[in-house]
Protein backbone atom coordinates (compact mmCIF):
# COMPACT_ATOMS: atom_id res chain seq x y z
CA UNK A 1 0.00 0.00 0.00
CA UNK A 2 0.98 3.94 -0.09
CA UNK A 3 0.59 4.76 2.85
CA UNK A 4 2.49 5.24 6.22
CA UNK A 5 4.19 2.08 7.54
CA UNK A 6 5.95 1.49 10.92
CA UNK A 7 8.35 -1.03 12.35
CA UNK A 8 8.27 -2.85 14.42
CA UNK A 9 4.96 -3.05 15.34
CA UNK A 10 5.21 -4.01 18.72
CA UNK A 11 8.60 -3.83 20.52
CA UNK A 12 9.64 -5.05 24.00
CA UNK A 13 12.45 -3.57 25.96
CA UNK A 14 13.81 -4.25 29.22
CA UNK A 15 14.37 -1.26 31.31
CA UNK A 16 17.92 0.64 30.34
CA UNK A 17 17.78 -1.07 26.77
CA UNK A 18 18.08 1.18 23.56
CA UNK A 19 15.38 1.03 20.80
CA UNK A 20 14.95 2.23 17.23
CA UNK A 21 11.46 3.22 15.78
CA UNK A 22 11.35 3.35 11.71
CA UNK A 23 8.80 5.69 10.08
CA UNK A 24 8.59 4.96 6.28
CA UNK A 25 6.52 7.79 5.16
CA UNK A 26 3.85 8.78 1.89
CA UNK A 27 6.56 9.24 -0.97
CA UNK A 28 7.25 12.40 -1.78
CA UNK A 29 5.65 13.88 1.37
CA UNK A 30 7.60 17.21 2.86
CA UNK A 31 6.52 17.02 6.26
CA UNK A 32 7.22 14.13 8.56
CA UNK A 33 5.92 14.10 12.70
CA UNK A 34 6.44 11.93 15.86
CA UNK A 35 4.04 11.44 18.03
CA UNK A 36 3.90 9.85 21.58
CA UNK A 37 0.42 7.96 22.76
CA UNK A 38 -0.32 7.39 26.12
CA UNK A 39 -2.95 4.76 27.22
CA UNK A 40 -6.03 5.84 27.22
CA UNK A 41 -4.55 9.53 26.30
CA UNK A 42 -4.78 11.79 23.12
CA UNK A 43 -1.42 11.59 21.00
CA UNK A 44 1.32 14.25 22.19
CA UNK A 45 3.38 15.82 19.70
CA UNK A 46 7.18 14.97 19.87
CA UNK A 47 9.15 16.44 16.75
CA UNK A 48 8.68 17.68 13.09
CA UNK A 49 10.73 17.57 10.05
CA UNK A 50 10.45 19.41 6.81
CA UNK A 51 12.29 17.11 4.41
CA UNK A 52 15.64 16.36 6.65
CA UNK A 53 15.71 19.15 9.04
CA UNK A 54 14.54 18.55 12.23
CA UNK A 55 12.77 22.06 12.65
CA UNK A 56 10.79 21.46 16.03
CA UNK A 57 11.84 19.29 19.25
CA UNK A 58 10.21 20.76 21.10
CA UNK A 59 8.00 17.78 22.53
CA UNK A 60 10.84 15.24 22.84
CA UNK A 61 10.83 14.54 26.48
CA UNK A 62 14.48 14.01 27.81
CA UNK A 63 17.54 13.90 25.69
CA UNK A 64 17.36 10.06 25.64
CA UNK A 65 15.07 10.88 22.61
CA UNK A 66 16.33 11.36 19.60
CA UNK A 67 15.04 11.34 15.79
CA UNK A 68 16.50 11.58 12.65
CA UNK A 69 15.82 11.77 8.78
CA UNK A 70 18.59 11.94 7.13
CA UNK A 71 17.63 11.87 3.47
CA UNK A 72 14.32 13.64 3.95
CA UNK A 73 12.47 10.14 3.55
CA UNK A 74 12.64 7.67 6.27
CA UNK A 75 12.78 8.71 10.14
CA UNK A 76 14.22 7.08 13.12
CA UNK A 77 12.98 7.63 16.86
CA UNK A 78 15.15 6.29 18.73
CA UNK A 79 15.09 5.98 22.71
CA UNK A 80 18.28 5.37 24.80
CA UNK A 81 18.40 4.00 28.17
CA UNK A 82 14.30 3.31 27.86
CA UNK A 83 12.98 3.42 31.13
CA UNK A 84 8.67 2.91 31.92
CA UNK A 85 7.59 5.88 31.71
CA UNK A 86 8.32 5.18 27.66
CA UNK A 87 5.74 2.72 27.63
CA UNK A 88 3.46 4.10 24.54
CA UNK A 89 2.80 3.88 21.25
CA UNK A 90 4.67 5.60 18.87
CA UNK A 91 2.91 7.27 15.93
CA UNK A 92 4.30 8.72 13.17
CA UNK A 93 2.69 10.93 10.18
CA UNK A 94 3.95 12.56 7.55
CA UNK A 95 2.07 15.59 5.11
CA UNK A 96 2.21 16.94 1.51
CA UNK A 97 3.13 20.42 2.39
CA UNK A 98 4.28 22.51 5.16
CA UNK A 99 3.56 22.75 8.74
CA UNK A 100 -0.29 22.06 9.02
CA UNK A 101 -1.43 23.03 5.87
CA UNK A 102 -1.88 19.92 4.62
CA UNK A 103 -3.74 16.89 5.93
CA UNK A 104 -1.44 14.55 8.02
CA UNK A 105 -1.60 10.74 7.60
CA UNK A 106 -1.11 8.47 10.31
CA UNK A 107 1.21 5.33 10.40
CA UNK A 108 -0.38 2.42 12.25
CA UNK A 109 2.06 3.04 15.62
CA UNK A 110 4.96 1.12 17.31
CA UNK A 111 3.90 -0.31 20.75
CA UNK A 112 6.50 0.31 22.88
CA UNK A 113 6.52 -1.89 26.09
CA UNK A 114 9.41 -1.39 28.93
CA UNK A 115 9.34 -4.04 31.86
CA UNK B 1 0.72 24.92 26.61
CA UNK B 2 -2.93 25.41 24.69
CA UNK B 3 -5.27 22.07 26.40
CA UNK B 4 -7.80 20.93 24.26
CA UNK B 5 -10.58 18.89 26.84
CA UNK B 6 -13.30 16.53 24.96
CA UNK B 7 -16.00 15.30 26.99
CA UNK B 8 -17.62 12.68 27.16
CA UNK B 9 -14.59 10.72 27.92
CA UNK B 10 -16.62 7.38 27.42
CA UNK B 11 -20.01 7.07 25.81
CA UNK B 12 -21.67 3.82 25.12
CA UNK B 13 -25.55 4.07 22.99
CA UNK B 14 -27.70 1.66 20.85
CA UNK B 15 -27.65 2.19 17.52
CA UNK B 16 -30.01 4.58 16.10
CA UNK B 17 -29.23 6.93 18.77
CA UNK B 18 -28.55 10.52 18.25
CA UNK B 19 -24.98 11.78 19.96
CA UNK B 20 -23.03 14.85 20.51
CA UNK B 21 -19.31 14.93 21.74
CA UNK B 22 -17.51 18.05 22.56
CA UNK B 23 -14.17 19.50 22.49
CA UNK B 24 -13.49 23.03 24.61
CA UNK B 25 -10.15 25.33 25.17
CA UNK B 26 -9.73 28.33 26.54
CA UNK B 27 -7.34 28.92 23.52
CA UNK B 28 -7.97 29.96 20.33
CA UNK B 29 -7.00 27.66 17.74
CA UNK B 30 -6.31 28.75 13.21
CA UNK B 31 -8.07 25.57 13.07
CA UNK B 32 -9.17 22.62 14.09
CA UNK B 33 -9.01 18.67 13.08
CA UNK B 34 -11.78 15.96 13.78
CA UNK B 35 -10.29 12.28 13.81
CA UNK B 36 -11.13 8.79 14.41
CA UNK B 37 -8.84 6.27 15.51
CA UNK B 38 -9.72 2.22 15.88
CA UNK B 39 -8.09 -0.26 17.94
CA UNK B 40 -4.11 -0.73 16.33
CA UNK B 41 -4.62 2.40 13.84
CA UNK B 42 -3.44 5.54 13.89
CA UNK B 43 -5.50 8.41 13.36
CA UNK B 44 -7.75 9.12 10.42
CA UNK B 45 -8.89 12.83 9.56
CA UNK B 46 -12.15 13.08 9.07
CA UNK B 47 -12.79 17.10 8.72
CA UNK B 48 -11.32 20.37 9.27
CA UNK B 49 -13.04 23.84 10.57
CA UNK B 50 -10.94 26.99 9.86
CA UNK B 51 -13.83 29.76 10.38
CA UNK B 52 -16.09 30.33 13.60
CA UNK B 53 -18.69 29.49 12.92
CA UNK B 54 -18.62 26.64 10.22
CA UNK B 55 -20.38 23.64 10.06
CA UNK B 56 -19.33 20.68 7.98
CA UNK B 57 -21.33 17.93 7.39
CA UNK B 58 -20.17 14.45 6.30
CA UNK B 59 -22.84 12.14 5.89
CA UNK B 60 -24.34 11.43 9.29
CA UNK B 61 -21.82 13.68 11.24
CA UNK B 62 -22.11 17.34 11.81
CA UNK B 63 -19.30 19.08 12.45
CA UNK B 64 -19.19 22.93 14.14
CA UNK B 65 -16.03 25.25 15.31
CA UNK B 66 -17.57 27.64 17.72
CA UNK B 67 -17.65 31.31 16.68
CA UNK B 68 -14.74 32.29 18.75
CA UNK B 69 -12.53 29.44 17.47
CA UNK B 70 -12.32 27.84 20.92
CA UNK B 71 -14.29 25.07 21.12
CA UNK B 72 -15.86 22.31 18.35
CA UNK B 73 -18.71 19.49 18.46
CA UNK B 74 -19.52 16.52 16.44
CA UNK B 75 -23.07 15.69 16.41
CA UNK B 76 -23.94 12.05 14.70
CA UNK B 77 -27.26 10.89 13.84
CA UNK B 78 -28.33 7.04 13.82
CA UNK B 79 -25.45 6.09 15.09
CA UNK B 80 -24.39 2.90 13.68
CA UNK B 81 -21.87 0.04 15.14
CA UNK B 82 -19.16 0.79 12.66
CA UNK B 83 -19.27 4.32 13.99
CA UNK B 84 -17.42 2.46 17.02
CA UNK B 85 -14.17 4.32 17.54
CA UNK B 86 -11.77 7.04 19.63
CA UNK B 87 -13.01 10.31 18.69
CA UNK B 88 -9.87 12.72 19.22
CA UNK B 89 -10.13 16.68 18.17
CA UNK B 90 -7.01 18.47 17.42
CA UNK B 91 -6.07 22.20 17.24
CA UNK B 92 -3.62 23.73 15.18
CA UNK B 93 -1.58 26.88 16.35
CA UNK B 94 0.08 28.23 13.24
CA UNK B 95 2.45 30.03 15.25
CA UNK B 96 3.77 26.85 17.12
CA UNK B 97 3.60 24.86 14.01
CA UNK B 98 2.22 21.31 15.49
CA UNK B 99 -1.36 19.89 16.72
CA UNK B 100 -2.56 19.93 20.02
CA UNK B 101 -4.84 16.73 20.52
CA UNK B 102 -7.31 16.21 23.26
CA UNK B 103 -7.54 12.63 24.70
CA UNK B 104 -11.03 11.84 22.98
CA UNK B 105 -13.75 10.48 23.56
CA UNK B 106 -14.04 6.66 23.40
CA UNK B 107 -17.49 5.75 21.60
CA UNK B 108 -19.40 2.16 21.44
CA UNK B 109 -22.19 2.18 19.24
CA UNK B 110 -23.90 -1.58 20.37
CA UNK B 111 -26.48 -3.56 17.80
Known amino acids: GAGVSQSPRYKVAKRGQDVALRCDPI?????LFWYQQALGQGPEFLTY????????KSGLPSDRFFAERPEGSVSTLKIQRTQQEDSAVYLC?????????????FGPGTRLTVT | TQLLEQSPQFLSIQEGENLTVYCNSS?????LQWYRQEPGEGPVLLVT?????EVKKLKRLTFQFGDARKDSSLHITAAQPGDTGLYLC???????????FGDGTTLTVKP
Open chain 2, 49 to 53: VVTGG
Open chain 1, 27 to 31: SGHVS
Open chain 1, 93 to 105: ASSLGLLNSYEQY
Open chain 2, 90 to 100: AGEDTNAGKST
Open chain 2, 27 to 31: SVFSS
Open chain 1, 49 to 56: FQNEAQLD
